[in-house]
């Protein structure tokens, strides 16, 4: 009767642990091309999240136009915005 109990008020606890709304690393890369839209728009906190959210991407990073990342990291799930110096949205890519 006791184990009947412990296993009924475990049950929805284990159902929980199965369900994530994580989605896993290879549903959740950046696709670049999404976020077109923003190209030529000035770079504001609006836009950057309208660009990354449209790419599909978690995280942003901001470089200026035609320079190199820094570092050698790469991050699937990470949307590169390059801007000008006039801080105009010129290229998106991942990475």
Do not use: H
């Amino acid at each position: 009767m006791m184990r009947a109990r412990i296993a009924l008020a475990a049950f929805p606890w284990i159902l929980l642990l199965g369900c994530s709304s994580q989605p896993s690393l290879p549903e959740a890369r950046c696709r670049a091309a999404g976020g077109a839209a923003q190209l030529g728009q000035p770079l504001t906190d609006r836009s950057a999240d309208a660009a990354r959210m449209g790419a599909g991407a978690l995280r942003t990073q901001v470089l200026r136009y035609g320079a190199p990342a820094p570092g050698t990291d790469v991050d699937p799930q990470r949307l590169n915005i390059e801007v000008d110096d006039k801080g105009v949205i010129q290229r998106l890519r991942c990475g």
